[in-house]
């Protein structure tokens, strides 16, 4: 079946650092990934739609310089959060269509990384 | 984007099947019903998904309502590994998923 690899699954920073998270589809290709953010006891939020070669789509509130994001290959979107604050602190996931683009696929999720600042 | 309406907690004994319904009243005829599941500290896991026929795989059942606007994920025999949030989600093929609460299953020994 698809696999959606995440790395790191857990990370600690600084504050005032940036941190990278990789999504990568290991089995298939994905045009399109998206990422997400979940708080403890909450439900997945939307953060932004990731497309290859072009540029992120965000959903309203979410700060584009903030959460950059780069999907440079098929197979690999990357988020980059920067200048990392302690409310930055959260459980990131991506997701992709896969293994195939059709609509009689369903999405395939990344573990999960859960990021802690200090 | 549509939206859909789950229980927030359900319980289940072991073994026993589960049902659990999902309201989805403002579904459109072109959006897809998909289920996830998502255990503490993971990535939400694919169930099952569906168009208007009923759907069957080795995790689960999907039926669907005559005039879509419910619909019902079967668990036939719920095991300890089936404690979860289980999400609803219509995806209207713009292909974003957009995440409601969920129902949080607990399944009793």
């Known amino acids: 079946g698809a696999v959606v690899s995440q790395h790191p699954s857990w990370v600690i920073c600084k504050s005032g650092t940036s941190v990278k998270i990789e999504c990568r589809s290991l089995?298939?290709?994905?045009?399109?990934m998206f990422w997400y953010r979940q708080f403890p006891k909450q439900s997945l939020m939307l953060m932004a739609t990731?497309?290859?070669?072009?540029?992120?789509?965000?959903e309203q509130g979410v700060e584009k310089d903030k959460f950059l994001i780069n999907h440079a290959s098929l197979t690999l979107s990357t988020l980059t959060v920067t200048s990392a604050h302690p409310e930055d602190s959260s459980f990131y996931i991506c997701?992709?269509?896969?293994?195939?683009?059709?609509?009689?696929?369903?999405?395939?999720f990344g573990s999960g990384t859960r990021l802690t600042v200090v | 984007d549509a939206k859909t309406t789950q229980p927030n907690s359900m319980e289940s004994n072991e073994e026993e099947p589960v049902h659990l319904p999902c309201n989805h009243s403002?579904?459109?005829?072109?959006?897809?019903i998909h289920w996830y599941r998502q255990l503490p500290s993971q990535g939400p896991e694919y169930v099952i998904h569906?168009?208007?026929s009923n759907v069957n795989n080795r995790m689960a059942s999907l039926a669907i309502a005559e005039d879509r606007k419910s619909s019902t994920l079967i668990l036939h025999r719920a095991t300890l590994r089936d404690a979860a949030v289980y999400y609803c989600?219509?995806?209207?093929?713009?292909?974003?998923?957009?995440f409601g609460q969920g129902t949080e299953l607990s399944v009793k020994p």
């Open positions: 997701s992709a269509r896969g293994p195939g683009q059709g609509l009689n696929y369903g999405y395939t």
């Open positions: 089995d298939f290709q994905a045009t399109t």
């Open positions: 990731s497309n290859e070669g072009s540029k992120a789509t965000y």
């Open positions: 403002t579904i459109s005829g072109t959006d897809y």
């Open positions: 569906g168009l208007t």
């Open positions: 989600i219509l995806d209207n093929q713009g292909g974003k998923l957009i």
